[in-house]
């Protein structure tokens, strides 16, 4: 008895309702035909602009990009291999040339190694704990990006010169680091200090800290956290940070220009050596040194572009 | 393990999370923690873990001192909300992690490992994921993995927080009920934290309420259900009906009027009366402590819910309340209202 009445209390009030529906429907009707004239008009699809327009932007990125980038690589090589292809080796096994790849691959080797431990530091620290400075501490990680690189290595100068600060006390100790290996080290370590930094906070942000806990509760030590957890998770944004330090550490000019000293042979890195050669007219010499760096940058961006996808898979969000 | 927590203080700045707070959790115990958020009891269990650690206070597991141990030392299962599985792993090299982290002297053989892992997914009724990995799984399989993984290193106690927190409500229900019955199977003492009373009502066999950092109630679900300790409790557990009432000696008041009900030792002065939704009677005008018009009636499953608008408040003061559907209430009805039984709290403030 109950149920029956409820039903028909609900069918009276689809009936009032009926009419209601009917007179809506019919008022906005001629309002509709106003509306349907206008894509008529401009029958296109409105996220992309019209053919001609799409046209001009793309050939002028082309252009841009011809003429800025494709256009200096191609110089170069074509500069190196201008005498032929025995010239181009043989200006390459010169002992100076020789000299600026060893010095250059070892200078880049401690940079990079020292800057993996720093930069895994750094991130995990502003990443993983609270502790009041922490903004402070992120802006100084960008620091060497903002700082022009001759000046980051003329700090060295005051720091370690003659006239420096150390200088006396480093000159009575006999150790050299200004015109040195260890002055056109630390110049590049601070130069590219950022880049692994800079790939592994946000992504160490972003995996947060629980899958630490959860390992420290299931008995972990630090050490293994690290190891078993924490490094596997951000492996992929290691790589890419130390792909690009390296890449800055080998090509780095103004900072180890200002701390080399250019000793012929013993304090030249490869950029270094490509201008010195440059400047005495030995085109075929200077470009040569210069295509290796070009081939890095061209295997980098290769590397990127592969690390870059790696990435983001890893960082597909776990959906709930 | 019993476990023992007294006097714990945590704060964070001037916040205090957890202020003074007293428990103790006996041997084989499934508890709920039980509180809306900002209520201090996820603060409270990761400090039992050994994740968080109190400004003063102590925590004793099993009558040894807590606080002098890492959480890596405890031997205590943690349950994430966000499962926290480890996202390279296999499924079974998640539940395997435990045991292979374990000191050299103490780790187990890799034939052990395996044949204690397998029994794990087999009691999570997962064992066929073994080889997936966290990503391909469902949130409910994710939580499964992740409890079997906390079990894996034999845990004095488990510790769950909003374990089911992050799942859609069927599977929810389903993994409650399964919760419930691997208790039942394994025994290990178990505290868990939600938001959800029905979740600590249904699970649990003792609720545990917090509000602002303070415990608020101990009791079993029925106790905290039907005898609600404080205003707090009466008002987050179950659906209330709370009216503002003046209390001199035995009267109670509401808007000046006497409602003919007993105050049940309330002091005089401002308070609040908390009814639950079903215990208000539903009876011809003139009959009971209260009347109103009833202005709308939603009928579902047994009951029919109806929407009051109290006589004398000018239609301001509109209460829900649940009504067997033993005779129809029609919109525009008046009735009377009983309270069958009611609690009357000193109003705060």
């Given at each position: 008895?109950?149920?029956?009445?409820?039903?028909?209390?609900?069918?009276?009030?689809?009936r009032?309702?009926?009419?209601?529906t009917?007179?809506?429907?019919?008022?906005?009707?001629?309002?509709?035909?106003?509306a349907?004239?206008?894509p008529?008009?401009?029958?296109?699809?409105?996220?992309?602009e019209?053919g001609?327009i799409?046209?001009?932007?793309?050939?002028?990125?082309i252009?841009?990009?011809?003429?800025?980038?494709?256009?200096?690589?191609?110089v170069?090589?074509?500069?190196?291999?201008?005498?032929?292809?025995?010239?181009?080796?043989?200006?390459?096994?010169?002992?100076?040339?020789?000299?600026?790849?060893?010095?250059?691959?070892?200078?880049?080797a401690i940079?990079?190694?020292?800057?993996?431990?720093?930069g895994?530091?750094?991130?995990?620290?502003?990443?993983?704990?609270?502790f009041?400075?922490?903004?402070?501490?992120?802006?100084l990680?960008?620091?060497?990006?903002s700082?022009s690189?001759?000046i980051s290595?003329?700090?060295?100068?005051?720091?370690?010169g003659?006239?420096?600060?150390?200088g006396?006390?480093?000159?009575?100790?006999?150790?050299?680091?200004?015109?040195?290996?260890?002055?056109i080290?630390?110049?590049?370590?601070?130069?590219t200090?950022?880049?692994?930094?800079?790939?592994?906070?946000?992504?160490?942000?972003?995996?947060?800290?629980?899958?630490?806990?959860?390992?420290i509760?299931?008995g972990a030590s630090?050490?293994?956290?690290?190891?078993?957890?924490?490094?596997?998770?951000i492996k992929?944004?290691l790589?890419?940070g130390v792909?690009?330090?390296?890449?800055?550490?080998?090509?780095?000019f103004g900072a180890?220009?200002?701390?080399?000293?250019?000793?012929?042979?013993?304090t030249n890195?490869?950029?270094?050596?490509v201008?010195i050669?440059?400047?005495?007219?030995?085109?075929?010499?200077s470009?040569?040194?210069?295509?290796l760096?070009?081939?890095?940058?061209?295997?980098t961006?290769?590397?990127?572009?592969?690390?870059e996808r790696?990435?983001?898979?890893?960082?597909?969000?776990?959906?709930? | 393990?019993a476990?023992?927590?007294?006097?714990?203080?945590?704060?964070?700045?001037s916040?205090a999370?957890?202020?003074n707070?007293?428990?103790?959790?006996?041997?084989?115990?499934?508890?709920?923690?039980?509180?809306p958020?900002?209520?201090?009891?996820t603060?409270?269990?990761?400090i039992?873990?050994?994740?968080?650690?109190?400004?003063s206070?102590?925590v004793?597991?099993?009558?040894?001192?807590?606080?002098?141990?890492?959480?890596?030392?405890?031997?205590v299962?943690f349950?994430?909300?966000?499962?926290?599985l480890?996202?390279?792993?296999?499924?079974?090299?998640?539940?395997?992690?435990?045991?292979?982290v374990?000191?050299?002297?103490?780790?187990?053989?890799?034939?052990?490992?395996?044949?204690?892992?397998?029994n794990?997914?087999?009691?999570?009724?997962?064992?066929?994921l073994a080889?997936?990995?966290?990503s391909?799984?469902?949130?409910?399989?994710?939580?499964r993995?992740?409890?079997?993984?906390a079990?894996?290193?034999?845990?004095?106690?488990?510790?769950?927080d909003?374990?089911?927190?992050?799942?859609d409500?069927?599977?929810r229900?389903?993994?409650?009920?399964?919760?419930r019955s691997?208790?039942n199977?394994?025994?290990?003492?178990?505290i868990f934290?939600?938001?959800?009373?029905?979740?600590?009502?249904?699970?649990?066999?003792?609720?545990?309420?917090?509000?602002?950092?303070?415990?608020?109630?101990?009791?079993?679900?029925g106790?905290?259900?039907?005898?609600?300790?404080?205003a707090?409790?009466?008002g987050?557990?179950?659906?209330s009906?709370?009216?503002?009432?003046d209390?001199?000696?035995?009267?109670?008041?509401?808007?000046g009027?006497?409602?003919?009900?007993?105050?049940?030792?309330?002091?005089?002065?401002?308070?609040?009366?908390?009814?639950?939704?079903?215990?208000m009677?539903v009876?011809?005008?003139?009959?009971?402590?209260?009347?109103?018009?009833?202005?709308?009636?939603?009928?579902f499953?047994?009951?029919?819910?109806a929407?009051?608008?109290?006589?004398?408040?000018?239609?301001?003061?509109?209460?829900?309340?649940?009504?067997?559907?033993?005779?129809?209430?029609?919109?525009?009805?008046?009735?009377?209202?009983?309270?069958?039984?009611?609690r009357?709290?000193?109003?705060?403030?």
């Amino acid at each position: 008895m109950s149920m029956q009445t409820g039903l028909a209390t609900s069918t009276t009030q689809l009936r009032t309702y009926a009419p209601a529906t009917d007179v809506s429907v019919a008022a906005p009707a001629p309002r509709l035909e106003i509306a349907r004239a206008e894509p008529v008009t401009a029958h296109r699809n409105p996220r992309t602009e019209p053919g001609p327009i799409r046209f001009i932007i793309i050939a002028l990125a082309i252009a841009f990009l011809s003429v800025f980038v494709v256009l200096p690589l191609v110089v170069v090589f074509a500069s190196a291999f201008s005498k032929g292809v025995v010239a181009y080796f043989a200006a390459l096994a010169e002992p100076e040339a020789l000299a600026a790849i060893k010095l250059t691959l070892l200078v880049a080797a401690i940079s990079v190694t020292l800057n993996l431990v720093f930069g895994v530091v750094a991130a995990w620290a502003i990443s993983k704990f609270e502790f009041a400075g922490k903004t402070f501490l992120i802006t100084l990680i960008d620091l060497p990006f903002s700082v022009s690189p001759v000046i980051s290595g003329l700090v060295f100068v005051l720091l370690f010169g003659a006239q420096g600060y150390f200088g006396s006390w480093l000159q009575a100790h006999n150790v050299h680091i200004l015109f040195a290996v260890p002055g056109i080290a630390l110049a590049t370590i601070f130069v590219t200090f950022p880049f692994v930094a800079r790939a592994l906070i946000p992504l160490m942000q972003e995996q947060g800290t629980q899958e630490e806990e959860a390992a420290i509760s299931l008995g972990a030590s630090g050490l293994q956290t690290f190891f078993r957890v924490t490094l596997p998770n951000i492996k992929w944004g290691l790589l890419y940070g130390v792909l690009l330090c390296n890449a800055r550490a080998m090509g780095e000019f103004g900072a180890v220009s200002v701390v080399s000293g250019h000793i012929r042979g013993e304090t030249n890195t490869m950029p270094l050596l490509v201008e010195i050669l440059y400047n005495e007219y030995q085109f075929v010499a200077s470009f040569a040194i210069a295509s290796l760096l070009a081939m890095l940058a061209l295997i980098t961006l290769v590397a990127k572009t592969i690390l870059e996808r790696r990435l983001d898979e890893a960082e597909v969000p776990d959906g709930d | 393990m019993a476990i023992e927590v007294k006097n714990i203080v945590k704060r964070f700045g001037s916040f205090a999370a957890l202020d003074n707070v007293d428990l103790k959790v006996a041997d084989g115990e499934l508890l709920a923690l039980l509180g809306p958020s900002g209520s201090g009891k996820t603060t409270l269990l990761r400090i039992i873990a050994g994740l968080d650690w109190p400004d003063s206070g102590e925590v004793a597991i099993d009558g040894e001192n807590a606080l002098s141990r890492g959480a890596s030392e405890r031997q205590v299962g943690f349950v994430f909300q966000h499962y926290a599985l480890f996202r390279h792993m296999t499924v079974f090299e998640n539940v395997a992690f435990g045991l292979r982290v374990q000191p050299r002297a103490i780790r187990k053989d890799e034939a052990t490992i395996r044949a204690r892992v397998k029994n794990l997914l087999d009691l999570v009724q997962l064992d066929w994921l073994a080889n997936r990995y966290p990503s391909q799984l469902s949130g409910g399989q994710r939580q499964r993995i992740a409890l079997a993984r906390a079990l894996a290193i034999e845990p004095r106690i488990l510790l769950l927080d909003e374990p089911f927190g992050a799942l859609d409500a069927k599977v929810r229900k389903e993994l409650r009920q399964w919760l419930r019955s691997l208790h039942n199977e394994i025994h290990v003492t178990s505290i868990f934290v939600t938001h959800d009373q029905e979740e600590a009502l249904e699970v649990a066999n003792r609720v545990v309420v917090m509000d602002k950092g303070k415990i608020e109630q101990i009791g079993s679900p029925g106790e905290v259900y039907d005898n609600p300790a404080t205003a707090f409790v009466h008002g987050f557990i179950g659906e209330s009906i709370v009216l503002p009432v003046d209390v001199a000696g035995d009267a109670v008041r509401l808007d000046g009027r006497p409602l003919n009900i007993p105050a049940l030792g309330a002091a005089s002065g401002a308070a609040k009366l908390f009814v639950r939704r079903h215990d208000m009677a539903v009876g011809p005008a003139g009959t009971g402590a209260l009347e109103g018009a009833i202005r709308h009636v939603r009928s579902f499953g047994p009951i029919q819910r109806a929407e009051v608008a109290l006589a004398g408040s000018e239609g301001r003061t509109v209460i829900e309340i649940d009504a067997p559907r033993d005779r129809e209430l029609q919109a525009g009805e008046i009735v009377s209202l009983q309270p069958r039984r009611y609690r009357i709290f000193a109003a705060q403030e």
